[in-house]
Protein backbone atom coordinates (compact mmCIF):
# COMPACT_ATOMS: atom_id res chain seq x y z
CA UNK A 1 0.00 0.00 0.00
CA UNK A 2 1.05 3.58 -1.06
CA UNK A 3 0.18 7.36 -0.45
CA UNK A 4 -1.80 7.02 -3.60
CA UNK A 5 -3.72 4.01 -2.97
CA UNK A 6 -7.05 4.66 -2.98
CA UNK A 7 -8.09 2.79 0.32
CA UNK A 8 -5.34 4.90 2.00
CA UNK A 9 -6.41 8.15 0.86
CA UNK A 10 -10.21 7.70 1.59
CA UNK A 11 -10.58 5.43 4.06
CA UNK A 12 -7.27 4.84 6.40
CA UNK A 13 -6.11 8.78 6.55
CA UNK A 14 -9.66 9.99 7.45
CA UNK A 15 -10.35 7.10 9.86
CA UNK A 16 -6.95 7.54 11.45
CA UNK A 17 -6.90 11.70 11.65
CA UNK A 18 -10.68 11.32 13.47
CA UNK A 19 -8.94 9.15 16.16
CA UNK A 20 -5.76 10.82 16.71
CA UNK A 21 -7.72 13.96 17.38
CA UNK A 22 -10.12 12.64 19.11
CA UNK A 23 -7.70 10.58 21.59
CA UNK A 24 -6.33 13.02 24.44
CA UNK A 25 -2.81 14.13 23.85
CA UNK A 26 -0.55 11.67 25.68
CA UNK A 27 -2.44 8.53 24.23
CA UNK A 28 -1.51 10.10 20.44
CA UNK A 29 2.09 8.64 20.61
CA UNK A 30 0.93 5.33 20.95
CA UNK A 31 -1.51 5.39 18.24
CA UNK A 32 0.69 7.14 15.97
CA UNK A 33 3.41 3.83 17.16
CA UNK A 34 0.88 1.19 16.55
CA UNK A 35 -0.52 2.98 12.65
CA UNK A 36 3.17 3.13 11.60
CA UNK A 37 3.65 -0.15 12.57
CA UNK A 38 0.45 -1.58 10.73
CA UNK A 39 1.26 0.44 7.53
CA UNK A 40 4.80 -0.88 7.46
CA UNK A 41 3.45 -4.38 7.82
CA UNK A 42 0.93 -4.44 5.50
CA UNK A 43 3.68 -3.23 3.02
CA UNK A 44 6.56 -5.60 4.44
CA UNK A 45 4.96 -7.82 6.84
CA UNK A 46 8.30 -10.35 6.42
CA UNK A 47 10.65 -7.50 8.07
CA UNK A 48 8.62 -6.09 10.61
CA UNK A 49 9.96 -8.04 13.13
CA UNK A 50 13.87 -6.27 11.53
CA UNK A 51 13.09 -3.30 12.40
CA UNK A 52 11.57 -3.65 15.47
CA UNK A 53 14.34 -5.46 16.61
CA UNK A 54 16.72 -3.08 15.48
CA UNK A 55 14.82 -0.54 17.46
CA UNK A 56 15.35 -2.19 20.44
CA UNK A 57 19.25 -3.07 20.23
CA UNK A 58 19.08 0.87 19.15
CA UNK A 59 17.13 1.75 22.42
CA UNK A 60 19.33 -0.24 24.63
CA UNK A 61 22.59 1.28 23.22
CA UNK A 62 21.31 4.76 23.59
CA UNK A 63 20.63 3.85 27.21
CA UNK A 64 24.19 3.35 28.23
CA UNK A 65 25.40 5.88 25.90
CA UNK A 66 22.51 8.43 27.81
CA UNK A 67 24.58 7.42 31.15
CA UNK A 68 28.00 7.54 29.55
CA UNK A 69 28.93 9.56 26.64
CA UNK A 70 31.20 6.35 25.19
CA UNK A 71 32.91 6.35 21.85
CA UNK A 72 32.63 2.87 22.17
CA UNK A 73 29.24 2.10 22.46
CA UNK A 74 28.83 4.77 19.44
CA UNK A 75 30.96 2.65 17.32
CA UNK A 76 29.60 -0.40 18.44
CA UNK A 77 25.65 1.41 17.47
CA UNK A 78 27.20 2.47 14.03
CA UNK A 79 28.57 -1.17 13.40
CA UNK A 80 25.63 -2.40 13.82
CA UNK A 81 23.51 -0.25 11.99
CA UNK A 82 25.71 -0.13 8.83
CA UNK A 83 26.18 -4.00 9.11
CA UNK A 84 22.18 -4.21 9.05
CA UNK A 85 22.63 -2.01 6.06
CA UNK A 86 25.16 -3.95 4.22
CA UNK A 87 23.77 -6.72 4.47
CA UNK A 88 20.66 -5.92 2.77
CA UNK A 89 22.15 -3.82 -0.14
CA UNK A 90 24.93 -6.38 -0.69
CA UNK A 91 22.67 -10.09 -0.46
CA UNK A 92 22.22 -9.90 -4.46
CA UNK A 93 25.56 -9.49 -5.07
CA UNK A 94 26.26 -12.71 -2.90
CA UNK A 95 23.71 -14.49 -4.29
CA UNK A 96 21.25 -14.30 -1.81
CA UNK A 97 17.16 -14.25 -2.45
CA UNK A 98 16.96 -11.61 -0.50
CA UNK A 99 14.38 -8.80 -1.02
CA UNK A 100 15.59 -4.78 0.83
CA UNK A 101 13.20 -4.12 2.67
CA UNK A 102 11.61 -1.06 2.40
CA UNK A 103 12.80 2.30 3.45
CA UNK A 104 15.71 -0.19 5.07
CA UNK A 105 18.62 2.84 4.39
CA UNK A 106 16.00 5.80 6.03
CA UNK A 107 15.55 4.27 9.25
CA UNK A 108 19.19 2.95 9.50
CA UNK A 109 20.03 6.54 8.66
CA UNK A 110 17.97 7.96 11.53
CA UNK A 111 19.03 5.20 13.92
CA UNK A 112 22.76 6.67 13.62
CA UNK A 113 21.66 9.90 13.33
CA UNK A 114 20.31 9.23 16.57
CA UNK A 115 22.96 7.65 18.65
CA UNK A 116 25.48 10.67 17.21
CA UNK A 117 22.71 13.59 18.17
CA UNK A 118 22.53 11.57 21.84
CA UNK A 119 26.23 11.42 21.92
CA UNK A 120 26.86 14.80 21.20
CA UNK A 121 24.78 16.01 23.82
CA UNK A 122 21.62 17.08 21.58
CA UNK A 123 19.17 14.48 22.46
CA UNK A 124 18.66 14.95 27.04
CA UNK A 125 15.98 12.15 27.31
CA UNK A 126 15.95 8.55 25.96
CA UNK A 127 12.38 7.73 25.81
CA UNK A 128 11.28 4.82 23.92
CA UNK A 129 7.69 5.63 22.27
CA UNK A 130 9.45 8.97 20.79
CA UNK A 131 12.29 7.11 19.54
CA UNK A 132 10.31 4.26 17.87
CA UNK A 133 7.82 7.05 16.62
CA UNK A 134 11.37 8.69 15.14
CA UNK A 135 12.35 5.62 13.74
CA UNK A 136 8.90 4.61 12.47
CA UNK A 137 6.97 6.60 11.52
CA UNK A 138 4.81 6.41 8.34
CA UNK A 139 5.01 9.11 6.63
CA UNK A 140 8.56 8.71 6.40
CA UNK A 141 9.75 5.10 6.97
CA UNK A 142 9.51 4.00 3.24
CA UNK A 143 11.29 6.84 1.31
CA UNK A 144 12.09 9.60 3.34
CA UNK A 145 12.39 12.64 4.09
CA UNK A 146 15.44 12.25 7.03
CA UNK A 147 14.00 14.41 9.79
CA UNK A 148 16.15 14.97 12.74
CA UNK A 149 15.21 13.36 16.34
CA UNK A 150 14.12 17.07 17.34
CA UNK A 151 11.03 16.81 14.77
CA UNK A 152 9.42 14.53 17.05
CA UNK A 153 10.66 15.53 20.12
CA UNK A 154 9.85 19.44 19.94
CA UNK A 155 6.97 19.39 17.63
CA UNK A 156 4.33 16.60 18.12
CA UNK A 157 1.08 17.51 20.03
CA UNK A 158 1.58 15.47 22.85
CA UNK A 159 4.72 17.26 24.24
CA UNK A 160 2.86 20.18 23.97
CA UNK A 161 0.12 21.77 26.63
CA UNK A 162 -2.95 21.54 25.49
CA UNK A 163 -4.48 24.85 25.28
CA UNK A 164 -8.43 25.77 24.99
CA UNK A 165 -10.65 23.15 22.81
CA UNK A 166 -12.03 26.16 20.87
CA UNK A 167 -7.91 26.96 19.88
CA UNK A 168 -7.06 23.44 19.40
CA UNK A 169 -9.70 22.86 17.03
CA UNK A 170 -9.40 25.88 14.51
CA UNK A 171 -5.65 25.35 14.46
CA UNK A 172 -6.27 21.36 13.81
CA UNK A 173 -8.07 22.33 11.09
CA UNK A 174 -5.81 25.26 9.67
CA UNK A 175 -3.06 22.30 9.50
CA UNK A 176 -5.05 19.32 8.19
CA UNK A 177 -6.06 22.08 5.53
CA UNK A 178 -2.15 23.01 4.93
CA UNK A 179 -1.36 19.09 4.78
CA UNK A 180 -3.90 18.33 2.24
CA UNK A 181 -2.81 20.88 0.33
CA UNK A 182 0.69 19.71 0.08
CA UNK A 183 -0.55 16.34 -0.33
CA UNK A 184 -2.35 16.88 -2.99
CA UNK A 185 -0.19 18.79 -5.00
CA UNK A 186 2.54 16.00 -4.39
CA UNK A 187 -0.28 13.32 -5.96
CA UNK A 188 -0.60 15.13 -8.53
CA UNK A 189 3.24 15.72 -9.30
CA UNK A 190 3.40 11.92 -9.10
CA UNK A 191 0.42 10.72 -10.79
CA UNK A 192 0.02 13.24 -13.67
CA UNK A 193 3.49 14.15 -13.88
CA UNK A 194 5.81 11.41 -13.43
CA UNK A 195 3.62 8.40 -13.96
CA UNK A 196 2.72 9.76 -17.54
CA UNK A 197 6.66 10.66 -17.89
CA UNK A 198 7.67 6.94 -17.17
CA UNK A 199 5.76 6.03 -20.11
CA UNK A 200 7.51 7.58 -22.55
CA UNK A 201 10.91 6.67 -20.97
CA UNK A 202 9.23 2.98 -21.20
CA UNK A 203 8.22 3.10 -25.02
CA UNK A 204 12.15 4.51 -25.59
CA UNK A 205 12.97 1.47 -23.75
CA UNK A 206 10.47 -0.63 -25.70
CA UNK A 207 12.02 0.94 -28.88
CA UNK A 208 15.53 0.30 -28.30
CA UNK A 209 18.45 2.36 -27.92
CA UNK A 210 19.97 1.69 -30.68
CA UNK A 211 17.16 2.66 -33.03
CA UNK A 212 16.31 6.25 -31.12
CA UNK A 213 17.45 9.41 -32.98
CA UNK A 214 19.72 12.05 -31.00
CA UNK A 215 17.01 14.24 -30.20
CA UNK A 216 14.76 11.09 -29.36
CA UNK A 217 17.62 10.29 -26.90
CA UNK A 218 18.19 14.37 -25.31
CA UNK A 219 14.19 13.88 -24.66
CA UNK A 220 14.40 10.79 -23.04
CA UNK A 221 17.36 12.48 -21.02
CA UNK A 222 15.14 15.00 -19.88
CA UNK A 223 11.75 13.10 -19.95
CA UNK A 224 13.71 10.85 -17.29
CA UNK A 225 15.35 13.88 -15.61
CA UNK A 226 11.61 15.00 -14.52
CA UNK A 227 10.26 11.70 -13.89
CA UNK A 228 12.87 11.06 -11.17
CA UNK A 229 12.30 14.44 -9.89
CA UNK A 230 8.68 14.73 -9.94
CA UNK A 231 8.23 11.25 -8.43
CA UNK A 232 10.51 12.09 -5.29
CA UNK A 233 9.54 15.50 -4.98
CA UNK A 234 5.89 13.99 -5.59
CA UNK A 235 6.48 11.50 -2.43
CA UNK A 236 8.34 14.34 -0.27
CA UNK A 237 4.93 16.35 -0.52
CA UNK A 238 2.60 13.72 -0.04
CA UNK A 239 5.13 12.45 3.08
CA UNK A 240 5.17 16.28 4.48
CA UNK A 241 1.71 17.03 3.99
CA UNK A 242 0.58 14.09 6.08
CA UNK A 243 3.26 15.08 8.70
CA UNK A 244 1.86 18.80 8.71
CA UNK A 245 -2.22 17.28 9.00
CA UNK A 246 -0.79 15.05 12.17
CA UNK A 247 1.31 18.61 14.13
CA UNK A 248 4.72 18.63 12.97
CA UNK A 249 6.15 21.27 10.78
CA UNK A 250 6.88 21.00 7.27
CA UNK A 251 9.84 19.67 5.60
CA UNK A 252 11.30 21.03 2.47
CA UNK A 253 13.39 17.99 0.80
CA UNK A 254 13.30 19.18 -2.80
CA UNK A 255 13.93 22.99 -3.53
CA UNK A 256 14.35 23.96 -7.30
CA UNK A 257 16.92 21.91 -7.81
CA UNK A 258 17.21 22.08 -11.67
CA UNK A 259 17.42 26.68 -10.99
CA UNK A 260 20.36 25.53 -9.46
CA UNK A 261 23.61 27.64 -10.20
CA UNK A 262 25.94 25.07 -9.93
CA UNK A 263 26.17 21.09 -9.19
CA UNK A 264 27.35 21.60 -5.70
CA UNK A 265 24.00 23.82 -5.14
CA UNK A 266 21.86 21.36 -7.20
CA UNK A 267 23.01 18.42 -4.73
CA UNK A 268 22.21 21.25 -1.95
CA UNK A 269 18.70 21.71 -2.77
CA UNK A 270 18.01 17.85 -4.35
CA UNK A 271 16.76 15.25 -1.62
CA UNK A 272 18.08 17.99 0.86
CA UNK A 273 17.63 15.94 4.05
CA UNK A 274 19.79 12.90 2.93
CA UNK A 275 22.44 15.73 1.53
CA UNK A 276 22.30 16.96 5.08
CA UNK A 277 22.74 13.81 6.92
CA UNK A 278 26.24 12.85 4.81
CA UNK A 279 27.28 16.21 5.62
CA UNK A 280 26.85 16.36 9.64
CA UNK A 281 27.70 12.39 9.73
CA UNK A 282 29.92 11.72 7.38
CA UNK A 283 31.66 14.55 5.78
CA UNK A 284 32.00 16.72 9.24
CA UNK A 285 33.63 13.89 11.01
CA UNK A 286 36.02 13.65 8.64
CA UNK A 287 37.32 16.47 8.91
CA UNK A 288 35.12 18.54 6.31
CA UNK A 289 37.34 21.28 4.32
CA UNK A 290 39.17 22.39 7.63
CA UNK A 291 42.26 20.36 7.22
CA UNK A 292 42.98 21.61 3.52
CA UNK A 293 42.36 20.79 -0.02
CA UNK A 294 43.85 16.92 -0.15
CA UNK A 295 41.79 16.47 2.65
CA UNK A 296 38.83 18.10 1.59
CA UNK A 297 39.25 16.02 -2.25
CA UNK A 298 39.48 13.28 0.42
CA UNK A 299 35.91 13.89 2.22
CA UNK A 300 34.26 14.16 -0.89
CA UNK A 301 34.98 11.47 -2.59
CA UNK A 302 34.18 9.40 0.74
CA UNK A 303 31.02 10.63 0.71
CA UNK A 304 30.37 10.64 -3.10
CA UNK A 305 31.41 6.73 -2.83
CA UNK A 306 29.17 5.95 -0.17
CA UNK A 307 26.55 7.90 -2.45
CA UNK A 308 26.87 5.59 -5.15
CA UNK A 309 27.23 2.59 -3.06
CA UNK A 310 24.38 3.39 -1.26
CA UNK A 311 21.79 3.62 -4.76
CA UNK A 312 23.27 -0.16 -5.69
CA UNK A 313 26.25 -2.43 -6.24
CA UNK A 314 26.34 -1.96 -10.71
CA UNK A 315 28.96 0.06 -12.36
CA UNK A 316 26.59 2.84 -13.44
CA UNK A 317 25.78 3.96 -10.13
CA UNK A 318 29.61 3.89 -9.65
CA UNK A 319 29.90 6.03 -12.69
CA UNK A 320 27.48 8.44 -11.74
CA UNK A 321 28.69 9.40 -8.32
CA UNK A 322 32.45 9.25 -9.67
CA UNK A 323 30.97 11.76 -12.25
CA UNK A 324 29.23 13.81 -9.92
CA UNK A 325 32.33 14.11 -7.62
CA UNK A 326 35.00 14.98 -10.33
CA UNK A 327 32.29 17.88 -11.70
CA UNK A 328 31.60 19.07 -7.76
CA UNK A 329 35.37 19.16 -7.10
CA UNK A 330 36.48 20.97 -10.34
CA UNK A 331 33.54 23.60 -9.38
CA UNK A 332 34.77 24.10 -5.57
CA UNK A 333 38.75 24.32 -6.52
CA UNK A 334 39.00 25.66 -10.63
CA UNK A 335 35.51 27.44 -11.53
CA UNK A 336 35.27 28.82 -8.01
CA UNK A 337 37.94 31.44 -8.59
CA UNK A 338 36.62 32.90 -12.12
CA UNK A 339 32.86 34.32 -10.96
CA UNK A 340 32.02 35.32 -14.19
CA UNK A 341 33.08 32.05 -16.11
CA UNK A 342 31.15 29.95 -12.67
CA UNK A 343 27.92 31.71 -13.37
CA UNK A 344 27.99 30.36 -16.76
CA UNK A 345 29.52 27.17 -16.67
CA UNK A 346 27.57 26.24 -13.63
CA UNK A 347 24.47 26.62 -14.93
CA UNK A 348 25.59 24.52 -18.34
CA UNK A 349 26.05 21.71 -15.88
CA UNK A 350 23.24 21.93 -14.74
CA UNK A 351 20.94 21.92 -17.58
CA UNK A 352 23.16 19.67 -19.93
CA UNK A 353 25.20 17.46 -17.37
CA UNK A 354 22.53 16.41 -14.96
CA UNK A 355 19.96 14.81 -17.22
CA UNK A 356 23.42 12.56 -18.98
CA UNK A 357 24.12 11.53 -15.12
CA UNK A 358 20.68 10.51 -14.77
CA UNK A 359 20.63 8.80 -18.14
CA UNK A 360 23.74 6.51 -16.51
CA UNK A 361 21.64 6.29 -13.12
CA UNK A 362 18.62 4.67 -15.01
CA UNK A 363 20.81 2.32 -17.32
CA UNK A 364 22.02 -0.85 -15.56
CA UNK A 365 23.74 -2.47 -18.26
CA UNK A 366 26.95 -1.28 -19.48
CA UNK A 367 26.37 -1.96 -23.16
CA UNK A 368 23.00 -0.45 -22.95
CA UNK A 369 24.72 2.85 -21.31
CA UNK A 370 26.83 2.69 -24.09
CA UNK A 371 24.59 2.84 -26.75
CA UNK A 372 22.94 5.20 -25.11
CA UNK A 373 25.49 7.76 -24.81
CA UNK A 374 26.26 7.26 -28.79
CA UNK A 375 22.74 8.27 -29.21
CA UNK A 376 23.18 11.20 -27.56
CA UNK A 377 26.58 11.83 -28.71
CA UNK A 378 26.54 10.38 -32.21
CA UNK A 379 30.64 10.39 -32.81
CA UNK A 380 30.58 6.71 -34.18
CA UNK A 381 28.02 5.10 -36.92
CA UNK A 382 26.32 2.12 -35.29
CA UNK A 383 25.07 1.43 -38.27
CA UNK A 384 21.16 0.62 -37.18
CA UNK A 385 18.29 2.17 -39.30
CA UNK A 386 16.59 5.32 -37.29
CA UNK A 387 13.72 7.66 -37.48
CA UNK A 388 14.88 11.22 -37.86
CA UNK A 389 11.19 11.85 -36.88
CA UNK A 390 10.24 9.71 -34.05
CA UNK A 391 10.78 12.99 -31.46
CA UNK A 392 7.88 14.63 -33.15
CA UNK A 393 5.75 11.15 -32.51
CA UNK A 394 6.46 11.11 -28.89
CA UNK A 395 6.23 14.82 -28.32
CA UNK A 396 2.72 14.48 -29.92
CA UNK A 397 1.58 12.24 -27.20
CA UNK A 398 4.03 13.41 -24.34
CA UNK A 399 3.99 17.32 -24.97
CA UNK A 400 1.21 18.58 -22.40
CA UNK A 401 3.20 16.56 -19.59
CA UNK A 402 6.25 18.02 -20.54
CA UNK A 403 4.53 21.61 -20.64
CA UNK A 404 3.77 20.79 -16.48
CA UNK A 405 7.12 19.24 -15.57
CA UNK A 406 8.75 22.64 -16.62
CA UNK A 407 5.89 24.51 -15.71
CA UNK A 408 6.07 23.13 -11.74
CA UNK A 409 10.15 23.43 -11.80
CA UNK A 410 9.72 27.17 -12.11
CA UNK A 411 10.54 28.93 -9.14
CA UNK A 412 8.08 32.00 -9.29
CA UNK A 413 5.30 29.00 -9.11
CA UNK A 414 6.63 28.35 -5.45
CA UNK A 415 6.76 31.59 -4.87
CA UNK A 416 2.94 32.29 -5.89
CA UNK A 417 1.76 29.34 -3.73
CA UNK A 418 3.94 31.01 -0.70
CA UNK A 419 2.45 34.11 -0.86
CA UNK A 420 -1.42 33.01 -2.07
CA UNK A 421 -1.49 29.37 -0.71
CA UNK A 422 -5.26 30.57 1.11
CA UNK A 423 -6.65 32.01 -1.80
CA UNK A 424 -10.04 31.00 -3.26
CA UNK A 425 -8.25 30.67 -6.48
CA UNK A 426 -5.46 28.85 -5.14
CA UNK A 427 -7.38 25.93 -3.65
CA UNK A 428 -9.60 25.68 -6.39
CA UNK A 429 -6.87 25.05 -8.64
CA UNK A 430 -5.28 22.48 -5.94
CA UNK A 431 -8.66 21.06 -5.70
CA UNK A 432 -9.10 20.33 -9.08
CA UNK A 433 -5.43 18.73 -9.41
CA UNK A 434 -6.59 16.24 -6.27
CA UNK A 435 -9.87 15.09 -8.63
CA UNK A 436 -7.98 14.87 -11.75
CA UNK A 437 -5.12 12.97 -10.12
CA UNK A 438 -7.88 10.53 -8.45
CA UNK A 439 -9.61 10.47 -11.64
CA UNK A 440 -6.32 9.11 -13.47
CA UNK A 441 -5.49 6.82 -10.84
CA UNK A 442 -9.11 4.94 -10.53
CA UNK A 443 -8.67 4.43 -14.83
CA UNK A 444 -5.24 3.10 -14.20
CA UNK A 445 -2.32 0.85 -12.46
CA UNK A 446 -0.48 2.99 -10.22
CA UNK A 447 3.20 3.16 -10.37
CA UNK A 448 5.02 2.52 -6.76
CA UNK A 449 7.43 5.28 -6.27
CA UNK A 450 11.32 5.08 -7.86
CA UNK A 451 13.06 5.19 -4.17
CA UNK A 452 10.79 2.57 -2.66
CA UNK A 453 13.96 -0.22 -2.25
CA UNK A 454 16.88 2.61 -1.60
Not at 169 to 178: H, M, R, S, T, V
Not at 404 to 425: S, W
Not at 437 to 448: E, H, Q
Amino acid sequence: MTFFDLIFIFRLVPIFLIIYYILPCNCRAWLLLVASIGFYYINEPVYIAVISAATLINYILAKFLSKKKSKVILAIGVIINCSCLCFFKGASSFGLNIVIPLGVSYYIFKMISYLADLYKGKIQKVELINMANYFFMFPQIISGPIARYDYVESNVSWTKNEKSKKENFCAILLQIEDGLKYFAMGLFMKVMIADHLSVLWNDIKTIGYESISTPLAWLGAYSYSFELYFDFWGYSLMAAGLGVMLGFPFIRNFDQPYFSKSISEFYRNWHSTLGSWFRDYVYFPLGGNRKGKLRTVFNLLVVWGLTGLWHGQTYNFWIWAGVIFLIITIEKFILSRYEKLFMVVGRINVMVIIPITWVVFAIHSMKALRIYMLRLFPVIDISVAVNKNDYLYMLQDYWLYLVLAIAFTIPALTGFYKKHKNNVFTIFVIFAMFWISIFSLANSAGNPFMYLRF
